[in-house]
């Protein structure tokens, strides 16, 4: 968990893993550089699973980063310092890990939005197409995975997948869980998908978030979406046509949200970017047929939009 002047919201985060039922776990807490009034309430917390650390300003990946540094679990996770975790969610990650094995577990969510009223979380219609499906081949699993989310929240990941890959998250970059996504499920070998939402997912209402604005931080995306491709590009798994298709269809409808909310004058900036970006990529990657996984029923959509931008 990471943290960045997070003040009173942060307690119950902790408090939502510090109370999981399943109580081998230890939670490391990133102070990313906060202020006085979060760094008291840190203090208060007593409990030796916890264990802090500090470290300058340096942004929401560093500080993950840093944490996966210093991990010791056999299974790695991460919470927003705004989210919760279900009293149960360990117990159950736990049960399905001890049952199958697998390296890469991926659960579902719950969103509060506006209203504060909980719903489905985004990537909930590709949790129903791979119950559906029931793929029982690695690579269909790995492909309906990629269609998920990607976020950071939603994944038990053994700390084996991440050494093998070198993975972090890429500093200085918005937009950074789709890169850590992709390379996660690159190079897991099992995946299981948890039908249980143990995790909420909320929408703050007086501090803005990333997906809350539409300022110059939407053009991250290009360059990460870039870095993605290129290294799954140079993994065994961009083989797989299913997979391949899955990871267009993720970045193309993050790369056209931002196109659409980004301010009028920095749209024709955003489109020449993203032009050369599409340009450069692998033409492999702007062919999705009709067996990739595509929950939302947006491949032709979005082609076409890609269609467009290299127009």
Same mark, same amino acid.
């Given at each position: 968990?990471?943290?960045?002047?997070?003040?009173?919201?942060?307690?119950?985060?902790?408090?939502?893993?510090?109370?999981?039922?399943?109580?081998?776990?230890?939670?490391?807490?990133?102070?990313?550089?906060?202020?006085?009034?979060?760094?008291?309430?840190?203090?208060?917390?007593?409990?030796?699973?916890?264990?802090?650390?500090?470290?300058?300003?340096?942004?929401?990946?560093?500080?993950?980063?840093?944490?996966?540094?210093?991990?010791?679990?056999?299974?790695?996770?991460?919470?927003? !310092?705004?989210?919760?975790?279900?009293?149960?969610?360990?117990?159950?990650?736990?049960?399905?890990?001890?049952?199958?094995?697998?390296?890469?577990?991926?659960?579902?969510?719950?969103?509060?939005?506006?209203?504060?009223?909980?719903?489905?979380?985004?990537?909930?219609?590709?949790?129903?197409?791979?119950?559906?499906?029931?793929?029982?081949?690695?690579?269909?699993?790995? !492909?309906?995975?990629?269609?998920?989310?990607?976020?950071?929240?939603?994944?038990?990941?053994?700390?084996?997948?991440?050494?093998?890959?070198?993975?972090?998250?890429?500093?200085?970059?918005?937009?950074?869980?789709?890169?850590?996504?992709?390379?996660?499920?690159?190079?897991?070998?099992?995946?299981?998908?948890?039908?249980?939402?143990?995790?909420?997912?909320?929408?703050?209402?007086?501090?803005?978030?990333?997906?809350?604005?539409?300022?110059?931080?939407?053009?991250?995306?290009?360059?990460?979406?870039?870095?993605?491709?290129?290294?799954?590009?140079?993994?065994?798994?961009?083989?797989?046509?299913?997979?391949?298709?899955?990871?267009?269809?993720?970045?193309?409808?993050?790369?056209?949200?931002?196109?659409?909310?980004?301010?009028?004058?920095?749209?024709? !900036?955003?489109?020449?970017?993203?032009?050369?970006?599409?340009?450069?990529?692998?033409?492999?990657?702007?062919?999705?047929?009709?067996?990739?996984?595509?929950?939302?029923?947006?491949?032709?959509?979005?082609?076409?939009?890609?269609?467009?931008?290299?127009?």
């Amino acid at each position: 968990m990471t943290t960045f002047d997070d003040r009173d919201i942060l307690v119950q985060s902790v408090e939502s893993v510090l109370n999981q039922t399943h109580e081998d776990l230890e939670l490391l807490l990133v102070d990313d550089g906060s202020g006085p009034e979060t760094k008291a309430l840190i203090a208060g917390f007593d409990d030796p699973r916890l264990k802090l650390l500090q470290q300058a300003n340096d942004g929401l990946s560093s500080a993950r980063n840093r944490g996966l540094h210093h991990a010791s679990g056999d299974y790695i996770c991460f919470l927003d !310092a705004d989210d919760t975790r279900a009293p149960w969610a360990f117990a159950e990650a736990a049960r399905i890990i001890e049952e199958t094995g697998t390296e890469l577990l991926i659960v579902r969510g719950v969103y509060s939005g506006e209203r504060t009223r909980l719903e489905v979380f985004l990537d909930e219609s590709a949790m129903e197409g791979y119950e559906a499906e029931a793929p029982e081949d690695l690579a269909d699993r790995k !492909a309906w995975a990629m269609s998920c989310e990607p976020q950071s929240a939603n994944k038990f990941i053994h700390r084996d997948v991440i050494a093998r890959g070198a993975l972090r998250f890429p500093n200085d970059h918005f937009f950074e869980d789709i890169l850590f996504h992709t390379m996660v499920i690159a190079h897991a070998r099992s995946v299981e998908i948890c039908a249980a939402r143990s995790f909420t997912y909320f929408q703050r209402q007086l501090r803005l978030q990333l997906t809350a604005t539409s300022g110059t931080a939407r053009f991250d995306i290009i360059g990460t979406a870039r870095v993605t491709f290129q290294l799954f590009e140079q993994h065994p798994e961009f083989n797989n046509p299913r997979q391949r298709g899955a990871l267009a269809i993720g970045a193309l409808r993050l790369l056209r949200w931002c196109d659409e909310s980004i301010p009028a004058f920095h749209r024709f !900036a955003y489109r020449m970017a993203l032009r050369q970006t599409l340009r450069q990529i692998n033409p492999l990657f702007l062919v999705i047929d009709e067996t990739v996984p595509d929950p939302r029923n947006e491949r032709h959509a979005l082609m076409q939009y890609a269609r467009e931008v290299l127009q």
